[in-house]
């Protein structure tokens, strides 16, 4: 099979990148698009964070490569190359060569679930990975949503169970509280829900928001989509009950919710939620439904 290297010493590992175009090297990505090239992971990787540099990258005076956006950045001053310790200077050099090669390149997805695609591609598909780790509510270990349920089990982390209505894919139980004032201490309160005989895990977490006048509720699954109905208040006649339909738990992020967060959730003014307090705390109760 015929091959060309990259004649550019733009960064010392991908300096020797061999681009295969041979019959047994042409594949196709997860979406169908077919792909002529593969590289090897292992020379693409940023030397600070130890990742395919799938986005903007910067070169130093000897052609070193480092993640623009990110590694890059964090850099002390004045930056240096962390390979050679050369100065990058005011203005870095950009690997765009190193960059379309990449993107152009076939990728399985590094959370090993089996997709494959092009650099563009699986830079997209990571934020969307259902094997994407998430860290645990509890002791900040990163663990695949999927075994994140055995975890709190076997770490013995707080986790609610919540009953299964008899002959009925739905579960209810009161679960939480927060306190009035928690909004400024904290920027999410989260509340990790077994289901009983469905071996599957949810969390309903309350977001504050940044400005710390509104809350929002939101709800992350493992395995199934739900619908939640989050009730909050602590008497019948200052209850109110919000309807939110969960989302993968690979979805999930930490820190107070945003604008762009809006369109998952229900946000509720901390001024309305306050009023359904009793003294100073809201007991909020949870019933999960099936999508069928």
Known sequence: SDSCTCPLDIHRPIAQLVMKRSSAAIGASSSGNPVASVVDESLCQCPICLEVMFDKIFLCPEGHGICAQSCFT??????????????????PGRGLMVEQIISAALWPCKYDCGFRGTGAEVKEHFEGCPDRAVSCLDCGEFVQPSKIHAHYKERGHILFSIKKWPGLNIW????????????????????????EDADDFVFVRLWFSEDRLSAMVDVYHVSIARVCKFT???????????????????????????????????????AFANKLADGTDVSCSFQLVDIS
């Open 74 to 91: 964090t850099l002390p001053g004045p930056k240096k190359c962390p390979q050679c310790r050369k100065a990058y200077g005011t203005e």
């Open 172 to 195: 209810s139980g009161i679960c939480t509280t927060w306190s009035i004032g928690d909004h400024l201490k904290y920027g999410s309160i989260d509340t990790p829900l077994s289901l």
């Open 232 to 270: 909050c208040g602590n008497t019948p006649g200052k209850r109110v009950t919000f309807e939110v339909t969960s989302r993968p738990l690979c979805h999930s992020r930490d820190g107070r919710f945003k604008d762009e967060d809006s369109t998952h959730g229900v946000i509720f003014p901390l």
